[in-house]
């Protein structure tokens, strides 16, 4: 039996019913400690459903949620008192979440200086920035250090500067051992900045694994290569060596590869070879993107 001291958060068997409407069936997810996690979906998937059953605004039908520790929401809605000053939200979230009086102090200095707003401490929240909100939003929701913590869209709505400096964030923070759990509709966010990925679609879980191993069990690894040739489509063949040929539009094919350094040059040999005139090449590897359209057979915002 799998020790569940390992898990930040472990999910069994999740079940949970809204009338004739199965928001989740049977879903299951383990997360472990310092892990990125990232929940992706369709709207409607059950992500959300997910994310409120674990928060425990929800109860679910059926099935089993462990966590060890504490738990952080960071809702997508912006979820502070605008009439307050950055400091004085810091204060109340603290002593709402039972932040020790003692070390409440150094606890917002720390990370009011983390999300780079130690010089607006004393500001009306109303007078921030969106991105400003959103940092400072985060913070509130981490004033008691929960070991997970659940964030949906955290960066929806901001600048990319700011989305970087979020994103930065919060990679330092699994790296003090806290584990997160994150839903995003931006799969190049997902891609980098997580370590595992969990697909739902119609609420089952129809995937879960890292960038590689999903690539690896859907589309597999190869390499897409883009060549803009002199020639027009239409007179290009269907097949050159072992390589096949994507007519894409005028004066552009695509191949697949396995390997850069082997294929490229064989590829481009061929061409050749057989008459064409390469002006152009982009080499495109498997993407999460890739990935979840071929999974889902949708983007993902789409319902």
Known sequence: MTDKKQYALKVQGAIKHFGNLQALDQVGLELKKGERLALLGPNGAGKTTMIRAIAGRLKLNQGDIQLNGSLGVIPQEIALYPMLTAYENMQAFGKMSGTPKSG???????????????????????????????????????????????????????????????????????????????????????????????????????????????????????????????????????????YKLEKLKEFKIRAEIDHVSDDLPNLLLHLKQAGLAVEDVQIKPPTLHAVFIHLTGRELRDA
């Open 104 to 242: 409440l102090k150094n606890r917002i200095r720390e990370l009011l200086e983390w999300i780079g707003l130690e010089d607006r401490a004393h500001d009306l929240v109303s007078t921030f920035s969106g991105g400003m909100k959103r940092r400072l939003n985060i913070a509130c929701s981490l004033i008691h250090k929960p070991s997970v913590v659940l964030l949906d869209e955290p960066t929806v709505g901001v600048d990319p500067q700011s989305r970087q400096k979020i994103w930065e964030m919060l990679e330092e923070l699994s790296h003090s051992d806290t584990s997160l759990v994150v839903t995003t509709h931006m799969l190049d966010e997902a891609e980098k900045v997580c370590d595992r990925i969990l697909i739902l679609d119609h609420g089952k879980l129809i995937a879960q694994g890292t960038l590689d191993e999903l690539i690896l069990n859907t589309i597999g690894s190869k390499k897409k290569v883009v060549l803009t040739t002199k020639q027009t489509a239409e007179s290009i063949p269907a097949k050159v060596g072992s």
